[in-house]
């Protein structure tokens, strides 16, 4: 899939099949358009192309009137999205950034300097609550209307329903905010994942479990660090996961998801949110440092709590422990489950 940050590029093709939206999360609903999408532009010859938008268009007006709780959660970086959305087989995806000058736009300017002048669109697909312009004054009539007047075609798909529930970013994000991850993960199509390069960290959790007090992990909790690049995350909390991308079968872990409030708010990552992964078993042939820089995708499978605040280095020690016993227990649990299936 090409990727273009912004319209214009002497690379974007002169035409497309296009479908417009925040993507977030590219769950069931968004999968069932982009497989309509696919088949409408190899119908005409041309390219299937997604117009999505970074930051999301809530996340800037949040910023604009300086009201942060109007941000939605982020269930997943541009890095997931994109990669989600070429596994959906489109072929173009173009990043819009979404600023000022863009939220003030008619509905008319849309269509005229981005649908046709920016991206040649032949064919457009929108959903049934589909708006955009300035003040959200566009709706499928007028685009509709304006694919009559101006020689594009225009198609709306209905919500997709998963017994009987709406398939939705925002289902999506309510079941990641209350750890119901089977749900997500039935709305989604494929487990919760968040993937990214490991990046350094405080090296703190290699020298927890040596702690002579604690008693436990003689070789610490050394831990595969992922920035998660939006501050509110959709999921947060202790999870037990399985990590993809270290030379070999998947591997079960433990992460936390969110800001670690047992550490210094001012320590190398600035209090950023980030996902640190404990594999239950560390791969020997990476040595002490050889995760840094690799891209792994981190599926969080089950929560085993919320992000506690311990008051000391030992009894933070010990709470690993425990969620490593718990994911142990957990993944026992579902081998013999797995088991009984086959039977």
């Known amino acids: 899939m090409k990727i273009f940050r912004g319209l214009h590029h002497p690379d974007v093709a002169p035409a497309c099949a296009l479908t417009i939206g925040n993507f977030d999360g590219v769950h069931r609903g968004h999968q069932a358009m982009l497989a309509l999408l696919n088949n409408e532009a190899r119908h005409r010859g041309v390219p299937s192309c997604v117009l999505t938008f970074e930051p999301h268009p809530r996340d800037y007006f949040a910023g604009a009137h300086k009201r942060?709780?109007?941000?939605?959660?982020?269930?997943?970086?541009?890095?997931d999205?994109?990669?989600?959305?070429?596994?959906?087989?489109?072929?173009?995806?173009?990043?819009?950034p979404f600023n000022e000058k863009l939220a003030r736009l008619s509905p008319e300017a849309f269509i005229d300097d981005v649908l046709l002048r920016g991206l040649g669109a032949r064919y457009v697909l929108v959903g049934d609550d589909f708006r955009f312009g300035a003040q959200r004054a566009g709706d499928y009539r007028l685009l509709d209307e304006a694919g009559r007047a101006r020689g594009f075609d225009v198609a709306r798909m209905n919500s997709?329903?998963?017994?009987?529930?709406r398939v939705s970013s925002s289902a999506v994000r309510?079941?990641?905010?209350?750890?119901?991850?089977?749900?997500?993960?039935?709305?989604?199509?494929?487990?919760?994942?968040i993937s990214g390069h490991v990046v350094h960290g405080r090296k703190l959790g290699r020298t927890l479990g040596r702690s002579a007090a604690s008693g436990t992990h003689?070789?610490?909790?050394?831990?595969?660090?992922?920035?998660?690049?939006?501050?509110?995350?959709?999921?947060?909390?202790i999870f037990a996961v399985l990590v993809?991308?270290?030379?070999g079968e998947p591997?079960?872990?433990?992460?936390?998801l969110g800001v670690r409030p047992s550490l210094d708010p001012d320590d190398v990552n600035g209090g950023r949110?980030?996902?640190?992964?404990?594999?239950?078993?560390?791969?020997?042939?990476?040595?002490?440092?050889?995760?840094?820089?690799?891209?792994v995708r981190v599926e969080l499978l089950h929560k085993l709590h919320d992000e506690l605040k311990y008051d000391s280095l030992d009894a933070l020690t010990a709470g690993i422990a425990k969620d490593c016993d718990d994911a142990r227990a957990y993944f026992a649990a579902t081998r013999r489950q797995t088991t009984r299936d086959r039977i």
């Open 68 to 79: 942060p709780e109007l941000a939605p959660a982020r269930i997943g970086t541009l890095r």
């Open 81 to 96: 999205k994109l990669a989600e959305l070429a596994g959906c087989g489109v072929q173009q995806a173009v990043v819009l």
């Open 160 to 165: 997709y329903e998963v017994h009987g529930l």
């Open 174 to 193: 309510e079941a990641l905010g209350a750890g119901r991850m089977e749900d997500a993960a039935a709305l989604l199509g494929r487990p919760y994942a």
């Open 218 to 237: 003689q070789d610490g909790f050394r831990t595969l660090n992922l920035r998660f690049a939006h501050w509110k995350p959709a999921a947060s909390g």
């Open 244 to 247: 993809h991308g270290l030379d």
């Open 251 to 256: 591997l079960p872990g433990v992460a936390n």
């Open 273 to 295: 949110v980030l996902l640190e992964t404990h594999c239950l078993e560390w791969p020997a042939h990476l040595g002490a440092e050889g995760a840094y820089g690799k891209i």
